[in-house]
């Protein structure tokens, strides 16, 4: 038996909250904690055993949150043993607002535990996109099928892929958390045997590593023309200018320009640098010969019927009913957070930041606003 003193999971107790920005990356910061100077179990053997409320891998309400990159641990949030926390519209959101207790587990603790999960699910399905582009109904679609359990966004992948982009993890070290953060966000209530993961937009840059990790699994890319997904992005989360460091990683080429790009793009920087750059990057992994596939937002929207049994057909899963398909397109699945639909679907862009777009990508990249990606399911 593996005796492994030094690596104990300590119970972090939850006296307060205090997240304001419900779109914000989470941290444990996003609470008042208290360490109970507890260790939840002493032993590795136990700690992986179906025995309670001490297994962190096997319980199905202790997910991973976050990581303390700083202590190197993984962060699990501890959540009601009745709520299922995949149904939220946001993953990450309902593991801050259920929570009832944290559960910091060194990393390399959470690699032996995800070892002993198992995770067994048959089929894996990746979501990737641009952002605000029906990637969240597409979600919770999946969760209309047997045997799927969908998750939608939860943070510990964008965590991995923000430490990674500012290297204070390096390839090795970010494809080793990633799986285990698979392994261990496998936590259906019910029986399933297949797990669609959709990630918040600016992990298309883990994309090549989760591949290395699952080449079986259907890689997806949800997209929507650059004018209506930047004006959405601009309701949504107000002014937000691009910084040099992030222009210069997107385009590196333009060095030069970096300075004098950021400032004229002005609010619209960090959306339509990142539509850009997420475009861009799908269409290098699939002439790298990675098998991602598109899923165009506004032919979904035009046509649902047609586009999302051509998406579940290219993934081999069994077709929706008419019926199940009209009740999730007429809700707004995220109703009730921070990013619901625009009811009055008024544009919040101006002519001339139009033109500025179209500009932009014409020298950046050569990427057409309005096009068609190669590989679009439902074009």
């Known amino acids: ?8 999971a300590k119970i972090l107790q939850i006296d307060g909250r205090r997240r304001t920005n419900s779109t914000r990356l989470v941290s444990r910061e996003d609470f008042v ?8 179990d002493h032993d590795l053997d136990h700690l992986s055993d179906d025995d309670g409320s001490t297994s962190t ?11 303390d990159h700083a202590s190197r641990q993984v962060i699990f949030a501890e959540t009601p043993a009745d709520v299922d926390v995949s149904m939220a519209p946001f993953y990450y959101q309902g593991q801050f607002e259920t929570a009832t207790r944290l559960i910091a587990a060194p990393y390399d603790l959470a690699h032996q535990m995800a070892t002993r999960a198992g995770a067994h699910f048959e089929e894996l399905v990746l979501l990737y996109s641009v952002g605000r582009c029906g990637s969240t109904l597409i979600s919770k679609l999946w969760q209309r099928l047997e045997a799927t359990y969908s998750v939608s966004e939860p943070d510990v992948f964008t965590h991995i892929s923000q430490l990674r982009d500012v290297h204070q993890l390096n390839d090795g070290e970010a ?43 259907k890689l997806l890319f949800m997209y929507r023309n650059a004018f209506d997904c930047i004006d959405s992005y601009v309701r949504v989360f107000g002014d937000e200018p691009v910084d040099e460091p992030t222009f210069r990683r997107a385009f590196p080429l333009a060095q030069a320009a970096a300075a004098d790009t950021c400032h004229r793009l002005g609010r619209l920087g960090g959306p339509l640098v990142g539509w850009a750059d997420a475009m861009q990057r799908y269409l290098a992994m699939r002439e790298r010969g990675l098998p991602f596939s598109a899923v165009q937002y506004e032919n979904l929207v035009r046509d649902p019927h047609r586009s999302i049994a051509q998406l579940l057909r290219h993934c081999a899963a069994p077709a929706l ?30 002519e001339a930041e139009m033109a500025c777009i179209r500009t932009f990508l014409e020298q950046h990249g050569a990427i057409a606003p309005d096009g068609v990606l190669p590989g679009t399911i439902n074009a």
Request: charged share 25%; with cysteine.
């Open 33 to 40: 904690l208290r360490d109970l100077d507890h260790d939840l």
């Open 57 to 67: 891998s096997h319980n199905a309400n202790i997910a991973p949150y976050c990581l």
């Open 175 to 217: 494809v080793q958390l990633l799986e285990t953060a698979v392994r261990l966000l496998y936590r259906p209530l019910r029986a399933c045997t297949r797990f669609v993961i959709k990630f918040r937009a600016r992990c298309i840059d883990i994309a090549e590593l989760m591949y290395s990790l699952f080449p079986a699994a």
């Open 321 to 350: 009913s008419s019926e199940q398909i009209a009740e999730v397109m007429a809700g707004d699945v995220q109703a009730g957070t921070k990013v619901a639909r625009n009811a009055d679907g008024r544009r919040t862009l101006t």
């Open 1 to 8: 038996m593996l005796q492994a003193k030094i690596l104990q």
